[in-house]
């Protein structure tokens, strides 16, 4: 069993800066991906990166890629998500997320631990 638990959401400007983390405990996570997911009323969970312990490779969705930074503490068994040039349309509940690799996709029903969720909030 694996508990995760984010921190770091908050209130920006558009324009600004912002960097979650995800502090996971219960097992090691060699054989795991990692993901940031999001979630905005009304509107069904996102994708936003995905990275995958061993080996650090990593997917972006369109609306991250060259803006947010994905990345992983071995030692802290901790993911970050530094998000950059943030915009109001970013507003929603951030979820990290962990699977095996071998089915953590793109998709949320692929990954099987979740944590709680922290809001971030852009203001235009």
């Known amino acids: 069993q694996v508990q995760l638990v984010e921190s770091g959401g908050g209130l920006v400007q558009a324009g600004g800066s912002l960097r979650l983390s995800c502090a996971a405990s219960g097992r090691t996570f060699s054989s795991y991906s990692m993901a940031w997911f999001r979630q905005a009323p009304g509107k069904e969970r996102e994708f936003v990166v995905r990275i995958r312990w061993n080996g650090g490779s990593t997917d972006y969705a369109d609306s991250a890629k060259g803006r947010f930074t994905i990345s992983r503490d071995s030692a802290k068994n901790t993911v970050y998500l530094e998000m950059n040039s943030l915009k109001p349309e970013d507003t929603a509940v951030y979820y990290c997320?962990?699977?095996?690799?071998?089915?953590?996709?793109?998709?949320?029903?692929?990954?099987?631990?979740w944590g709680q969720g922290t809001q971030v909030t852009v203001s235009s």
């Open positions: 997320a962990a699977g095996f690799s071998i089915v953590a996709l793109r998709n949320a029903g692929g990954y099987m631990y």
